[in-house]
């Protein structure tokens, strides 16, 4: 299990630059939405729109629901998104200097695992090797 919760991890490592951009995505969504939630009223039907004087969307309560049920979605992939990166990153920070530089340009930024052990001196097996028993130690301490 120990091999499969390292292997989860670079998996989630590859996929961190996709977390933070779906997250700023995510963020400019719910903004507009929250916009347009405030600015959007259910009709009532003592009271004129158009008698409103504001600049007010009105519309109907289902859109106001659907507006709202939309943020509601958005805010989970948001926190969904915010606990993936949370826990990279607390991994990461764990983690020896050379050996975060060589996980985030292998799996974050997706550099041949050659190149990087040709640099850092070592073989790619080897390199590979270390860097499992790093993430391994470290995953035993967090969990």
Not at 32 to 55: F, I, R
Not at 82 to 106: F, G, K, N, V, Y
Not at 128 to 139: A, C, F, V
């Amino acid at each position: 299990m120990n091999e499969e919760a390292v292997e989860a991890f670079k998996r989630e490592l590859k996929n961190y630059n996709y977390y933070k951009l779906n997250l700023e995505g995510t963020l400019k969504l719910i903004e507009m939405n929250e916009y347009l939630l405030a600015n959007v009223h259910g009709l009532n039907p003592e009271k004129n729109p158009d008698s409103s004087g504001g600049s007010s969307i009105w519309v109907e309560t289902e859109t106001y629901k659907r507006i709202s049920e939309e943020l509601d979605k958005l805010e989970k992939r948001r926190d969904l998104r915010l606990a993936q990166i949370e826990h990279i990153e607390s991994i990461m920070s764990l983690m020896d200097d050379e050996t975060r530089r060589i996980c985030e340009r292998i799996y974050r930024d997706n550099e041949s695992q050659h190149k990087v052990a040709k640099e850092y001196k070592k073989s790619r097996q080897l390199m590979i090797y270390e860097i499992d028993k790093k993430i391994s130690k470290i995953m035993q301490i967090l969990y």
